[in-house]
């Protein structure tokens, strides 16, 4: 799902009440395929108090705003309220509960992860878990082709191939002619998508020969850049990706009408 | 039709007080030791219980801490209805 680096960062990071939230919804607008302009214009407020919410920087969110955006994601309450806790004797938010089997649903464990494991800014839970909770979704069509690829029986997605040179030197030019048209510094974008200032020169400056499809769709919605030269080159990867996965899928899809067939006779 | 924003909101801020008098109730606790547990005043549980208040996360969480509940029970029963964005567009 994603980098190991982001992984390190969510475990290492110091979560404010906020801010957790904020990854909750940034985690089911992902998940929805929701841009933020989107998200924004379902519950009538602007973009930017969207991305504060998603950043934890404003004043925790009232009541009204929650069930908002409970309503626009179509999840439950439960989803956005997710891994979070207040234990009533030290007086101290976001401490691990005291009881782990009284939070229902999520399972908490230690920053030791056993292997298997994922973390998620809800929380962290067994790879099983993730299927089950996934499963659950099966009903909402967006979600089919996440589901069928969890299979057991699916076969690998075609690994992606590496991109040449010239490419990579082209994306980097985009981006960072992007960036400048929105006016942001390589930190200022740094800290509005899950990477380093660091590695935003390494892709601009055409130091990092394989940057990934959703570090540069992170960056690119980022920016806002629907539109821009910058999303016109990260496309055809992003076409190709999508024939990989849309590739195993009839894969699938053949292989259990040929066993319906089967059963029939 | 969607409800007017007011009612909704007033509507969502009522039911969120009675789950919370229900959570209260059945940990056994009082308003006062509800509200020490959660680090709030005594009167802030009075007027969210009432329904007169609409709470924010920290509180709803704080809450939910303090009556020993997962903060999404306090949300039970609760949803809002969006406007279709049709309707905003004419």
Redesign the interface.
């Known amino acids: 799902m994603s980098g190991l680096g982001q992984e390190d960062k969510w475990v290492e990071k110091d979560w404010t009440?906020?801010e957790r939230?904020g990854a909750n919804v940034v985690w089911f607008r992902r998940e929805a395929g929701l841009t933020q302009t989107q998200l924004a214009?379902?519950?009538?407020m602007s973009r930017t108090i969207l991305s504060r919410i998603e950043h934890g920087r404003v004043?925790?969110?009232?009541?009204?705003t929650?069930?908002?955006l409970?309503?626009?994601l179509e999840v439950?309450?439960?989803d956005l309220?997710?891994w979070?806790?207040?234990?009533?004797a030290s007086?101290r938010?976001y401490e691990t509960?005291p009881s782990i089997t009284?939070?229902?649903g999520y399972e908490v464990r230690d920053f030791h992860l056993p292997a298997g494991f994922r973390v998620s800014p809800v929380g962290y839970e067994s790879e099983e878990r993730f299927k089950d909770r996934l499963r659950q979704r099966r009903e909402e069509p967006g979600h089919r082709t996440v589901l069928e690829l969890l299979r057991d029986d699916a076969p690998k997605v075609a690994p992606r191939k590496r991109p040449d040179a010239a490419w990579v030197l082209l994306t980097g030019q985009a981006l960072q002619a992007l960036r400048e048209g929105r006016g942001l510094t390589r930190q200022g974008l740094a800290d509005r998508s899950p990477t380093t200032a660091a590695f935003i020169e390494a892709i601009e400056e055409g130091r990092c020969s394989d940057p990934g499809l959703r570090i540069l769709e992170e960056l690119c919605c980022a920016l806002n850049g629907e539109g821009s030269a910058f999303a016109a080159q990260i496309e055809p990867v992003r076409a190709e990706r999508k024939a990989a996965v849309r590739k195993v899928l009839d894969e699938l899809a053949e292989r259990d009408a040929r066993q319906a067939g089967g059963d029939g006779k | 039709m969607a409800r007017p924003?007011e009612a909704?909101?007033a509507e969502?801020?009522r039911r969120?007080g009675i789950n919370v008098l229900e959570c209260r109730g059945r940990a056994g606790f009082s308003q006062q030791k509800t509200a020490d547990?959660?680090?709030i005043h005594r009167t802030e549980v009075s007027l969210i219980e009432g329904g007169k208040r609409?709470?924010?996360?920290?509180?709803?969480?704080?809450l939910?801490?303090?009556v020993?509940v997962?903060?999404?029970a306090l949300?039970?029963g609760?949803?809002?209805?969006?406007?279709p964005?049709t309707e905003?567009a004419k």
């Open positions: 009440l906020g939230f214009e379902r519950i009538g004043f925790p969110p009232r009541l009204e929650i069930l908002k409970v309503a626009a439950k309450n439960c309220l997710a979070m806790w207040w234990e009533p007086h938010h509960p009284d939070i229902s | 924003k909704q909101a969502a801020a969120f547990r959660a680090g609409v709470p924010r996360l920290d509180t709803i969480v704080k939910a801490g303090a020993g997962d903060p999404c949300l039970e609760i949803a809002w209805e969006l406007s964005p905003e």
